[in-house]
């Protein structure tokens, strides 16, 4: 497998999951005495994903339990030995066997920034044989994260806050190591919780789930429960035959509905009165195994007015097809006039949840004002990130030896920045985001309140800024191999994706043609690029 866990029992990527170029290269740098030069690469992307103005960034413990815990195997020498030509020097091998991260320190943005293209999400230095190598398994380990946090949080900006989001996805996701890692992110981006126990277990993400319509149509009707006495919920008070309650309770239902006694399908009302005696603090129902009308909803009506005598509360039920905003304004309202009818008002405030291939326009009818839609659990749209399958995050040299270097290209837009850098964000003062700007990370730091001269990518011109605020963005979590800041728990770095959006002016949170954050360069930084392109095109 391409996991294996840690000295502290987490699972960790192993070293080989990576390209085989990284390991020729590694040989290269080898032969020609380069291995140990001191290097420093990037990790950005270059457009924001889904055709947004942000995203945010996640991956970040997973590469720093990755890096700690790095070593090649002989078993991974072996391997690469089999692949690379057979009069490799075998020194170059014993080099490999004795490669770890004790001289790597990584600086980055903390997990759920706002991420910005060019900005730095992670920068890496070492050795540059080694940290060559750390290339494929640190993009993967972030790319996917940021993506599916970035498209969570999508979703929670167009449900807004009062709904609850679901993550249900595993079974639709790009293998067992997509489902995990979406199931992770998609929490931090906004999500409430997920379907996956893998996770909660873990990760500590917060599971939650209902019922599916094999576990209804499993019944016929006929099945007679081995223990069909069900205690009040007090404790106090005789136990009561749940079945023949449910029975007395359908045909008051029936009769407040206008329905046949006969209408609604008896192996569901089982389900659902099995469902009960297991679960009777937290009874839901499925509603459209066969008609919601006339089946599903007498059906659980009649199971949640039954355990209603007995103080118990349903938790919900879920609709998982046709029009689930008409149905849910339907629903809500037979849930008012049955609860009552019968003296229980608890039952209009039952939450009602829905789920079908659902996607950001249809998110956004059931997230409108007015919706009785309380849950919403999406899966595909999710963790597939249909829209942008790809976050498009690369891993440039930026540095070696201190000396900076740049990669020109044919294409403009695929130019890198030189050098070691610094980041800094910009905020007005009322704590809006104004842009982040990038400086050489030998340069003093800006200050609020001074007025500086910047270049915005891709500007003829400077212009000047004067933040009110003003906010470093990288911090350094890995420092010669050893931990140095703490890393934030899922929870902390979830709040905080959720307060850096609060702070993103409306005009960038917009889902359709939003304004563009602005990215500048300090007067140094530009002028080194602009020296080092001349340079190049010599």
Avoid at 226 to 241: F, H, I, K, N, R
Avoid at 440 to 449: F, I, T
Wanted: hydrophobic residues 40%.
């Amino acid at each position: 497998m391409e996991m294996e866990l840690d000295d502290q029992g987490h699972m960790v990527v192993r070293p080989l999951l990576t390209d085989l170029y990284q390991a020729t290269m590694g040989l290269g740098y080898w032969r020609a005495g380069r291995a140990c030069e001191e290097a420093e690469f990037e990790l950005f992307f270059r457009h924001c994903p889904f055709g947004g103005s942000f995203a945010l960034t996640a991956g970040l413990q997973d590469c720093i339990r990755f890096l700690r815990a790095f070593r090649l195997r002989d078993a991974d020498v072996q391997f690469l030995a089999s692949v690379l030509p057979p009069d490799t020097d075998p020194a170059f091998f014993e080099h490999l066997r004795a490669l770890d991260c004790s001289r790597v320190s990584v600086r980055a943005l903390p997990e759920g920034s706002l991420a910005f293209p060019g900005v730095p999400l992670l920068q890496v230095s070492g050795p540059l044989l080694l940290v060559q190598l750390l290339e494929t398994p640190l993009l993967c380990l972030v790319s996917y994260a940021s993506l599916v946090a970035t498209n969570a949080a999508r979703l929670r900006l167009i449900a807004g806050p009062d709904k609850r989001l679901l993550e249900m996805g595993l079974r639709r996701a790009q293998g067992p190591d997509g489902g995990f890692t979406a199931s992770i992110y998609s929490y931090l981006g906004g999500f409430d919780s997920s379907s996956n126990t893998l996770a909660g277990q873990l990760r500590g993400v917060p599971v939650a789930g209902t019922l599916a319509h094999s576990f209804i149509t499993s019944f016929l009707g006929s099945e007679v429960p081995p223990d069909p006495m069900l205690a009040p919920a007090s404790s106090e008070g005789p136990a009561v035959d749940l079945p023949a309650s449910v029975n007395l309770w359908l045909k008051r239902v029936c009769i407040y509905l206008g329905l046949e006694e006969r209408e609604p399908h008896p192996g569901e009302r089982a389900a659902f009165v099995a469902y009960a005696l297991a679960f009777p603090r937290a009874f839901q129902g499925l509603l459209d195994s066969y008609s919601v009308r006339r089946s599903g909803l007498p059906n659980f009506l009649a199971v949640a007015l039954a355990l209603g005598e007995l103080g118990y509360r349903a938790v919900g039920v879920r609709l998982d097809s046709g029009d689930l905003l008409q149905q849910a304004k339907e629903i809500r309202g037979i849930f008012r006039t049955v609860g009552a009818e019968f003296q229980m008002p608890w039952l209009e405030f039952v939450p009602i949840a829905v789920s079908n291939n659902i996607d950001e326009k249809e998110l956004a009818r059931l997230a409108q004002k007015g919706s009785e839609v309380n849950v919403i659990g999406i899966g595909t749209n999710v963790v597939t990130c249909p829209k942008q399958p790809s976050m498009g995050c690369v891993y440039k040299l930026v540095s070696v030896g201190g000396q900076p270097r740049i990669k020109l290209t044919e294409e403009s837009q695929k130019r890198i920045l030189p050098g070691s850098k610094a980041a800094f964000r910009f905020l007005d003062s009322e704590g809006s985001l104004l842009l982040d700007l990038l400086q050489l990370a030998e340069e003093p730091p800006p200050k609020a309140g001074q007025e500086l001269r910047v270049w915005l990518q891709g500007a003829q011109e400077p212009c000047t800024v004067k933040p009110a605020q003003v906010e470093p963005l990288l911090r350094l979590y890995l420092q010669q191999g050893q931990p140095y800041e703490p890393l934030p728990s899922l929870e902390e770095s979830r709040a905080f994706a959720q307060q850096s959006l609060s702070r993103l002016r409306p005009a960038h949170k917009q889902l359709q043609n939003p304004a563009v954050y602005q990215v500048a360069l300090s007067e140094k930084l530009r002028a080194l690029v602009d020296s080092l392109s001349a340079r190049g095109a010599l």
